[in-house]
């Protein structure tokens, strides 16, 4: 039971997380200076990023559809792959976050 509560909590502060990046993406986009058709730089920029910015988009969906299924008791300790994959999609979506994050805002 103690698992179950902390994958549920760890899911909850997650999914808070990403819809607070979801939010400052479009932020961003409604704020920034230039556009897609300015320069390179802006084609370059909104395809990285609202490309990233989709895969959050279904990653945060998958994250919630594994909150679901914990809650209502499809997963066991042995049987669990929804949500592992899950969470394995999540952190390549964080790894990529990285790498834009460097070559974009550094």
Not at 1 to 10: E, L, N, P, T
Not at 83 to 102: G, K, N, T
């Given at each position: 039971?103690?698992?179950?509560?902390?994958?549920?909590?760890?899911l909850l502060?997650?999914?808070?997380?990403?819809?607070?990046?979801?939010?400052?993406?479009?932020?961003?986009?409604?704020?920034?200076?230039?556009?897609?058709?300015?320069?390179?730089?802006?084609?370059?920029?909104?395809?990285?990023?609202?490309?990233?910015?989709?895969?959050?988009?279904?990653?945060?969906?998958?994250?919630?559809?594994?909150l679901l299924?914990?809650?209502?008791?499809?997963?066991?300790?042995?049987?669990?792959?929804?949500?592992?994959?899950?969470?394995?999609?999540?952190?390549?979506?964080?790894?990529?976050?990285?790498?834009?994050?460097?070559?974009?805002?550094?």
């Open positions: 039971m103690r698992a179950k509560k902390q994958a549920i909590i760890g502060f997650t999914i808070l997380l990403a819809t607070i990046f979801t939010l400052l993406q479009g932020m961003e986009y409604v704020e920034a200076p230039f556009n897609i058709n300015d320069s390179v730089f802006g084609s370059c920029f909104y395809m990285a990023t609202g490309f990233h910015g989709f895969h959050v988009f279904i990653g945060t969906c998958c994250l919630i559809v594994s299924r914990i809650v209502y008791n499809h997963f066991t300790s042995t049987h669990h792959f929804g949500f592992e994959s899950a969470a394995w999609y999540w952190h390549f979506v964080d790894v990529v976050w990285l790498f834009l994050f460097i070559t974009v805002y550094w």
